[in-house]
Structures are given as structure tokens and as C-alpha cells.
């Protein structure tokens, strides 16, 4: 059909492609020190700070490529976003509940950008389009030149890899003997891909061990928040040029479909949920509840002073 202005050519590109992609890229890399140090002075932590700006540049990321809305000064974007989240004390509790032990000050998007850049790239790829991108399960098949069926077995292998990995990444003291043994295999015990005489095993260690129930503790609750972390993970990977494999992908998929952000105390894995998790799976079903409300109220209360704390500061923007 000839070209005419009542049958224009028809365009597989998306409203907005690689272009905005990379001038997101850009300006988040020359951002990212400055929205850190006013982060941290918020909050008094590196580590929180990170993921914070992490969790707020992935949100302009959707807005900026989704092309729900056009963006000019991606720098003042990122600001206001890191200004709300400090505001509102969402300092994604990505980093752990307080009072579990050193590895919550860590700056978990970081961690799983690290563990992200050490897997197949086929399998970041499949993570990429549908949790950045948006794409159904066929949609992102047919990208990576396959079937809905097997982008579904890809997606589910690198799901599992990419938390268990998570896991395994965690800071930790490295204790030797039985403990150490024990704790290395707690992600396969909290995924559930361990053996019946393996979880028996953990069970009675931790019956006995305070270190290792509350490293379990901690794991369990990490593993409930990951989902928060993938999209600025891989988002972070892309801005830095670290994972080159995903430039042909940003921007290509329609991510008006992604659901917010789930809330940094992780929405759907409650305090509670957790610690009653953690005793099924540790000591099976039928263990006697008393207590749990309270291990639950000690162990995972989050940071009661900096909820209150005020803003009495704002970062700038910086157009250079």
C-alpha cells in the first residue's frame, strides 16, 4: 500500500527507544554522586543512600522509556524522585531490616547488580524484558528468538539462580565448623530445593544455634524484598555500561504495564509472614506459634527514629 498521509508507514519502534535510553544512562551517571551525598546526609548511611537513588532512578527510568510522559531535565526528575522517597522515608528497606547483623549495611542493589553481571546473559536478558520492560512471557520469547514455553523455563531458571546467588552474596563472618557448612546452605533451604535430611540438619542446629537462627532470619526476610530490587539492579547495570548485552533491548518493550514499586518494608512478605515462614520451613508445620509475634516485633522493627526525622534539605540539579 503506498505511503499517503491517511496510510502512514507502519513503525515497530516504540514511542521512545534506545535514544532516551541512553540519555537517561548519561544523566544518571553524572548525577548519581550528588544524589548520593544528599541521600547520606539524610539518612546517615552509605549504604541505604545507594539503594535509595538506585530505587528512584529505576522510577524515572519507566517514565522516561515508557514515553507516558516526556521528560526534559531528567536531572531535576531524579532529583524531586530521591527528595520524595528521603521524605517519605522510604529508604527501600531493600537493605534489611535493622538489628539483623552487619550484612544490613550493605547496599543490597549493588549486591545484585554484582551477582546480575556474573550470569548468562541469555538469562539477564529474559529477567531484562520482562521486569524492566514489561513484556509478557511470548513477547519476550519471540525477542530472544523462542517460545513462550521456553522464555518460561528460561525466566523461572534465572529467577532461581539470580536469588539464590542473592543469597550466597550476602555479607557474612564466615564462621567455621558446623555453622559455616549450615549457613552455606540456607538459600537452598529457603527456596526449598534442599533435601529432607538437609533440612532436618538445619533444623537442629538452629535449635541450639542463636548466630545461625538469626542469619536464616535475615536471609528469609531479604528474600521476600528481592522482587523490589531486580528492576534497579539491572537498571544500574545498563547506566554504567555494565552489562553492553542489554543496549539493544532498552527501551524496546512497553513497560506502562509494570506495576509500581512494591513498598520498601516489602508489601507482601509482612514481619510476621516471615518469621512464620521461617518456623514452618525450619521445624514443619505443626510448631507451636507462641512467641513468634514477638521474635517478629524484635527482630524485623524497622528504624523508629529516622522514620520521624525531618528534610530539612534538598539536592539541586545540575544541568552541565
Known amino acids: 500500500m503506498p505511503e499517503t498521509p491517511e496510510n502512514p508507514p507502519v513503525s515497530s519502534a516504540p514511542p521512545s527507544g534506545p535514544t ?7 544523566v544518571y551517571r553524572e548525577e548519581e554522586p550528588r544524589l ?22 529505576f522510577r524515572v527510568w519507566r517514565k522516561v522509556v515508557a514515553g507516558r510522559e516526556h521528560v526534559d531535565d531528567i536531572a531535576s526528575e531524579l ?4 527528595r520524595n522517597l528521603v521524605a517519605g522515608l522510604a529508604l527501600t528497606a531493600v537493605a534489611g531490616p535493622a538489628g539483623l547483623g552487619p550484612g544490613t549495611r550493605t547496599a543490597q542493589v549493588g549486591l545484585l547488580a554484582k551477582v546480575l553481571r556474573e550470569m548468562p546473559e541469555r538469562q539477564v536478558k529474559a529477567v531484562w ?3 524492566v520492560e514489561g513484556l509478557p512471557l511470548a513477547a519476550a520469547g519471540s525477542r530472544l528468538g523462542t517460545h513462550r514455553n521456553a522464555a518460561a523455563v528460561l525466566m523461572h531458571r534465572a529467577r532461581e539462580n539470580m536469588r539464590q546467588a542473592f543469597l550466597r552474596a550476602q555479607p557474612d563472618d564466615a564462621p567455621d565448623g558446623a ?3 549450615h549457613r552455606a546452605h540456607m538459600p537452598a533451604h529457603i527456596r526449598g530445593t534442599d533435601t529432607v535430611e538437609a533440612a532436618r540438619e538445619l533444623r537442629d542446629h538452629i535449635e541450639d544455634c542463636g548466630g545461625c537462627r538469626s542469619r536464616l532470619a ?5 528474600d521476600g524484598r528481592l522482587a523490589a530490587l531486580v528492576g534497579p539492579a539491572l537498571v544500574t547495570l545498563f547506566a554504567h555500561g555494565q552489562a553492553p548485552h542489554l543496549a539493544a533491548l532498552a527501551g524496546t518493550g512497553s513497560t506502562a504495564a509494570v506495576p509500581e514499586p512494591a ?12 518469621v512464620r515462614r521461617l518456623a514452618d520451613r525450619a521445624f514443619g508445620p505443626h510448631t507451636a506459634l ?13 528504624p523508629g527514629d529516622e522514620r520521624n526525622a525531618p528534610d530539612t534539605g534538598r539536592p539541586g540539579t545540575h544541568h552541565g
Do not use: M
Not at 532516551?20 to 548519561?26: I, N, P, Q, T
Not at 546517615?44 to 539503594?51: C, L, N, Q, R, V
Not at 514477638?294 to 522493627?301: H, K
Open 218 to 222: 535475615r536471609l528469609v526476610a531479604l
Open 20 to 26: 532516551d535510553a541512553e540519555r537517561f544512562a548519561r
Open 263 to 274: 513498598a520498601p518494608d516489602g508489601g507482601s512478605v509482612t514481619p510476621f509472614r516471615l
Open 290 to 302: 507462641v512467641g513468634v509475634a514477638l521474635v517478629a516485633s524484635a527482630s524485623f522493627a524497622g
Open 79 to 82: 532529583a524531586a524522585g530521591v
Open 36 to 57: 548520593v551525598a544528599y541521600a547520606r546526609s539524610r539518612s546517615g548511611h552509605g549504604w541505604s543512600a545507594e539503594d535509595l537513588v538506585a530505587d528512584a532512578a
Open 179 to 181: 555453622c559455616g557448612r
Open 129 to 131: 524484558l520482562i521486569e
